[in-house]
């Protein structure tokens, strides 16, 4: 149904693509189910744009603080449909560390 990476090792499943973007210190990005997605330096999610511009993303979130990772609900429309995703990010790693798409 969705991507996912591992919380434990940080390792994107084969359906989930990361790479590092130009730019020094720039966070990775992620892609899933054709959104790109990045971390702000405020650890906010952003969609990534084709040109490589970050987007901030409305979302709702929680803390879980056993692991440290922020859980962000963002919606995003695609192409023929809106998408929800379960974006979990690391706030003292500043990364994604699972995306889930939930519809």
Do not use: W, Y
């Amino acid at each position: 149904m969705g991507s996912t990476a591992d919380d434990s090792s940080g390792t994107p499943s084969p359906a989930a693509r990361q790479r590092k973007p130009a730019g020094a210190g720039a966070a990775p990005v992620i892609s899933c189910d054709g959104v790109t997605f990045t971390v702000t330096e405020g650890n906010e999610v952003a969609e990534v744009a084709r040109g490589g511009a970050a987007r901030v993303l409305r979302s709702e979130s929680f803390l879980d603080a056993g692991t440290g990772t922020r859980r962000h609900f963002v919606d995003v429309q695609g192409e023929a449909e809106a998408m929800l995703f379960l974006v979990s990010v690391r706030e003292d790693q500043r990364r994604i560390v699972a995306i889930r798409r939930v519809s």
